[in-house]
């Protein structure tokens, strides 16, 4: 069994300084007139939460923060994963594997690690306890980068990989964003050790049912389908821009991306506005300034902007975004339903063409980056789904 590398987030100083400087020499551009957020990130707010880096931030805050839970390094076919494990309370603990997704890492999940794990030191019952599983995945944060693009379902072989590893022989994924893809596969691909699926964004879809379309989605045919159809066009369209740059040429964005804290600030927080369920256009009515830029620096002072972005072009190549027609996720699958999320779930004909869902949970708010922005609404739906499939 290989050896577990126990590892401490601890970056250079000379690392930090870089980024606080080319924070600080940051030559500032205009915005149109009124624009908000609707051009892109807003230079008003770009400008407060960039002299809230500069002067207040602490990253060496953040990194204690992050390295409150036993971290490993893990060898997986020669790749190494960096990973988040607690061990659960009592002695049926079930292992779950939280995915993060784009332009998230394993901050979205480090302030609910404690609750699901040691569920009765929070007012709750010790049989609903897991062992908390937080990877980084491939080319994210403090994993290795890969060689070239890696799409979701490769992906998902190494994490099953790291379950094996770790000694986790049946478990239950979780995932949003590439997270839900990669969840996906492994219960699909990996089952029975991927025991049970739990999704809080639609990854993965049914195939297509005609031969001359293999490896494409389902078509929608009802009206409440097609209607949900045009909603997505419509909110798509205006949001696909950075997927399409992402998807075919990721390396030219690189460029610009690895030598600009700030640019990567933006790209991120932009994301993290428009797909939140926030008050207006004010997003410290989900995050705070902490919060977003403790996200940044991960991507910062790993330099894994350009990486990260490859899982993109991994899915065009792999094309991996449908089953194969007339199969379907068969273990368990659990179903937490945000009303903002930017890919929102089709009606539920479709959604049980592609998972055997057994547990479907309409929130009352919340958007992509559920576990961040919603996290009792998250522990506790995670925690419902675990009583249903034990």
Known sequence: MPELKSYKI????????????RVREYEWHEMPVDGGWAYGANLDYMKEICGYWIGQFDWR???????????????????????????GSGANSRPLLLLHGWPGSVYEFLHIVDQLAHPEKYGGAEEDAFDVIVPSLIGYGFSDKPKRPMGPREMAGYMAGLMKTLGHENYVAQGGDWGALVAAWLGFD??????????????VRPGSTRPDVARTSMKPET???????????????PESAYFQLQATKPQ???????????????????????????DGDNIESC????????????????????????????????????????????????IAEYPKDVYSFPPERMVNAAYNVVH???????????????????????????????
């Not at 009206?223 to 369209?237: F, G, P, R």
């Not at 964005?253 to 640019?263: H, I, N, Q």
């Not at 403790?294 to 910062?300: D, G, K, L, V």
């Not at 708010?365 to 919603?374: D, I, K, P, Q, W």
């Open 10 to 21: 601890d970056t250079p100083q000379e690392r930090l300084d870089r980024i606080i400087r």
């Open 61 to 87: 805050a953040a990194e204690h923060e992050l390295n409150q839970f036993p971290q490993y390094r893990v060898d997986v076919d020669g790749i190494s994963i960096h990973c988040i494990e607690e061990k």
């Open 190 to 203: 990996h089952a029975p050790h991927c025991g049970a699926v739990h999704l809080n964004m639609y990854g």
């Open 223 to 237: 009206a409440d389908e097609i209607a949900w159809a045009k909603k997505i066009v419509a909110n798509w369209s």
């Open 252 to 278: 030219s964005l690189s460029y610009a991306m690895m030598d600009s804290p700030v640019g990567i600030a933006a790209w991120l927080c932009e994301k993290f506005n428009t797909w939140s369920d926030t």
């Open 287 to 334: 995050y705070t300034k902490d919060q977003l830029l403790t996200n940044i620096m991960i991507y910062c002072v790993t330099g894994t902007f350009n990486t990260a972005s490859w899982l993109y072009r991994g899915l065009a190549e792999e094309r991996s975004i449908a089953f194969p027609a007339g199969q379907r996720v068969e273990v368990p699958v659990g």
């Open 360 to 390: 479907w949970n309409k929130m009352p708010r919340g958007g992509h980056f559920a576990a961040l922005e919603e996290p009792e609404m998250f522990v506790n739906d995670l925690v419902e789904f675990g009583r249903k499939i034990r």
